[in-house]
Every structure is written in structure tokens, then in C-alpha cells.
Nanobody
Framework: QPQLVESGGGLVQAGGSLTLSCVDS????????MGWFRQAPGKEREFVAA????????SYARSVKGRFTVSRDNAKNTLYLVMSSLKPEDTARYYC???????????????????WGQGTQVTVSS
């Protein structure tokens, strides 16, 4: 099973950019459809972005579409989330997630994912 570790979070001013990474130390990332989710204090976890095993199809939450870009490098066993034009409302803990997939589908609800990282904190100041 994958061993997911996120990194790249931090404190950034509104309008700034951050790139999150999620590394699978088990080197099995290519077997999984992947997603990013986030959870702010007092709120439910919400979908951010997802992509298929080969990375050819993506999906984004409406709140981040056009500002965030999800990608993957299966050779490096790494998932990325490039976040730009950040807003204070993007402040949350960001999690990567994986699930077995044999088709070219992506998944947009947390219930569909099996494996999770521990998260990385993103704080956007106004």
C-alpha cells in the first residue's frame, strides 16, 4: 500500500503561490488514482483536485479552478498541487489521498479514497 507524505505547506500572503508535494515512499504511486483534499478548523474536509492514474484527466473544485493545478510524476512517485493567487479562505490542512483504480477515472469524494497522508498546513494571510 502507498505511504503518503505531504510537504510544501507554509505561511504565504494573499496573492502568493505555493507548491505542495505528496511522495509515496512505497514507490507504488502509479497504481493509484490520486486526490487532494483540505480541511479548515471547524469545517468538514472538502475536495480540492483529483486526477487519474496516468494523470491525463483532472477535476477541480469550483473554488480553486483556474488557480490550482494538480499533476503527478509517476516515475518520481510524486503528486503535486501548484497553488497560485492564494486567498485567506484557502487556509487549511491539505491532504493527499490514493485509491486503487484500474480505469481512467478520477474520484472527487473523500469516501472513495482508501489511503491518506498526514497533511501539510497552508496558511494564507490577508
Amino acid at each position: 500500500q502507498p505511504q503518503l507524505v505531504e510537504s510544501g505547506g507554509g505561511l504565504v500572503q494573499a496573492g502568493g503561490s505555493l507548491t505542495l508535494s505528496c511522495v509515496d515512499s512505497a514507490r507504488t504511486l502509479s497504481n493509484y488514482a490520486m486526490g487532494w483534499f483540505r480541511q479548515a478548523p471547524g469545517k468538514e474536509r472538502e475536495f480540492v483536485a483529483a486526477l487519474t492514474r496516468p494523470g491525463t484527466k483532472t477535476s477541480y473544485a469550483r473554488s480553486v479552478k483556474g488557480r490550482f493545478t494538480v499533476s503527478r510524476d509517476n516515475a518520481k512517485n510524486t503528486l503535486y498541487l501548484v497553488m497560485s493567487s492564494l486567498k485567506p479562505e484557502d487556509t487549511a490542512r491539505y491532504y493527499c489521498a490514493a485509491r486503487n483504480a484500474v480505469t481512467g477515472d478520477y474520484y472527487t469524494t473523500d469516501m472513495e479514497y482508501t489511503y491518506w497522508g498526514q497533511g501539510t498546513q497552508v496558511t494564507v494571510s490577508s
